[in-house]
């Protein structure tokens, strides 16, 4: 069965600290790759989203993704939270054989302290 | 116009009643969404609309029935819910190339008792 893995569930840091937060996939096809955020009493927003080339992706507020097509990951990073950052992140994964389907991750609640 | 706009925010209904929950939106899109959200889980697919018809049923109980009127516009319609059922209900949009991602509305919170 097709699942999405993010191995941190909760991540306390530092304002200032870098962040890497895990995600890895089971899917043999290929697939579209997203990172959503939802700030504490807001909507989902998207972060940033692969679908081919480059595999390293830029996204809003300065996270950024890679794709390890080997590794079936794509890990989000910032190097220097801010404790407006403060949400949780959730990853998803959209095959791309004629489905609209996304598969989100379980979250990760991000919690950083000024 | 970038939002998907959902009505009511909040809800509450007894296990008999009937009531609609309402999504909207202008941005062109033709593929909209229903996603279950529990406390601290991931939003769960419950229906796929696209292009009006219904693509994707993810198995969801016949107490809830959804309805595209037209391409801007998608309901779910509630009837005899169990309070399991309480949870944020969640609309989102996209193109019908799905993988530029989503637009997600703020979710109507019901509560059923």
């Known amino acids: 069965a097709q699942s999405v893995s993010q191995h941190n569930h909760h991540v306390i840091l530092s304002e200032a600290a870098s962040l890497e937060l895990g995600c890895n996939y089971s899917y043999g096809g290929t697939v579209n790759l997203f990172w959503y955020v939802q700030y504490p009493g807001q909507h989902l927003q998207l972060l940033l989203k692969y679908f081919s080339g480059d595999p390293l992706v830029k996204g809003i507020k300065g996270f950024e993704a890679e794709f390890i097509k080997s590794k079936f990951s794509f890990n989000l990073r910032k190097p220097s939270v801010q404790w407006s950052d403060t949400a949780e992140y959730f990853c998803?994964?959209?095959?791309?054989?004629?489905?609209?389907?996304?598969?989100f991750g379980t979250g990760t609640r991000l919690k950083v302290l000024a | 116009d970038t939002e998907v706009t959902q009505t009511p925010k909040h809800l509450v209904m007894g296990m008999t009643n009937k009531k609609s929950l309402k999504c909207e939106q202008h941005m062109g899109h033709r593929a909209m969404y229903w996603y279950k959200q529990k406390a601290k889980k991931p939003p769960e697919l419950m229906f796929v609309y696209s292009y009006e018809k219904l693509s994707i049923n993810e198995s969801v109980p016949s107490r809830f029935s959804p309805e595209c009127p037209n391409s801007s516009l998608l309901n779910l319609h509630l009837h005899a819910l169990q309070p399991e059922d309480s949870a944020l209900y969640l609309c989102a949009s996209s193109q019908a190339d799905s993988r530029n991602g989503y637009t997600f509305g703020s979710g109507t919170r019901l509560t059923v008792v």
């Open positions: 998803a994964v959209n095959p791309t054989s004629g489905t609209y389907k996304y598969i």
